[in-house]
Structures are given as C-alpha cells and as structure tokens.
C-alpha cells in the first residue's frame, strides 16, 4: 500500500520561510511523480507544484514561482517543498499525491494522482 506523509508545516511569520517533506513509502519511488497541492479557508485546492523522480523535472503554480522550489531525494524516497518570502495567502493545507500513471501535462489536475498524504497545516501570521 502507497503511503504518502508530509511533515514540516508551522506558524510563520510574514516573510518566513518553511521546508516541508513528503515521505513516500509503499513502493518504488523510481519513475513516480509527485505534486503537491494546497487547500487554503475557504479556497477550493490548488496545484502548487510538480517534479518528476526520473529526471527531476519540476515546474510550479505561476504565483509560487521563484518563492518555492521542489526537490527530491531519491535516497530517501522524499520530496520537499521549499518556501521563502510567504504571505499570508500561503496559509493552507499543504498535501502532497503520488502518480506512477501517464501524467501527460496534467500537473495540477487533482484526479491525476491516485495516493494522497493526509496534509500538514502552514500557517503564516504576524
């Protein structure tokens, strides 16, 4: 059974910076991907990001870019989310989902990635 954790959300404030990780357990890591998603207050979920474990290719939500960056760890079957300069619309639920299927360019589409961590609160307040 894929198991998927995610660890690493906080209280921060305004400017700060977190790292969160995303353990994945279950099954080989190799050719996976992984995105990871976020559900603010009453916000509807939304794509953060994306890489790929084979070649490390990541992209991220126009919004995000240049403030978070996604690596992985091979080694370590773990995947992380590095987030500088946040805001308070940062604040969410931050969820990390697993695919080993054909992704095509489906990056953000939730029903692309069948597995599912059980999420990690950020919150960012002053």
């Known amino acids: 059974e894929v198991q998927l954790v995610e660890s690493g959300g906080a209280l921060v404030q305004p400017g700060g910076s977190l790292t969160l990780s995303c353990v994945v357990s279950g099954r080989s890591f190799t050719d996976g991907y992984i995105a990871w998603f976020r559900q603010g207050p009453g916000k509807e979920r939304e794509g953060v990001s994306f890489?790929?474990?084979?070649?490390?290719?990541?992209i991220h939500q126009d919004s995000m870019k240049g403030r978070f960056t996604t690596s992985i760890d091979n080694t370590k079957n773990t995947v992380y989310l590095r987030m500088t300069r946040l805001q308070f619309e940062d604040t969410a639920v931050y969820y990390c989902?697993?695919?080993?299927?054909?992704?095509?360019?489906?990056?953000?589409?939730?029903?692309?990635?069948?597995?599912w961590g059980q999420g990690t609160q950020v919150t960012v307040s002053s």
């Open positions: 890489i790929a474990e084979n070649n490390g290719f990541a």
């Open positions: 989902a697993a695919s080993w299927g054909f992704i095509g360019n489906r990056f953000f589409d939730a029903d692309t990635f069948p597995h």
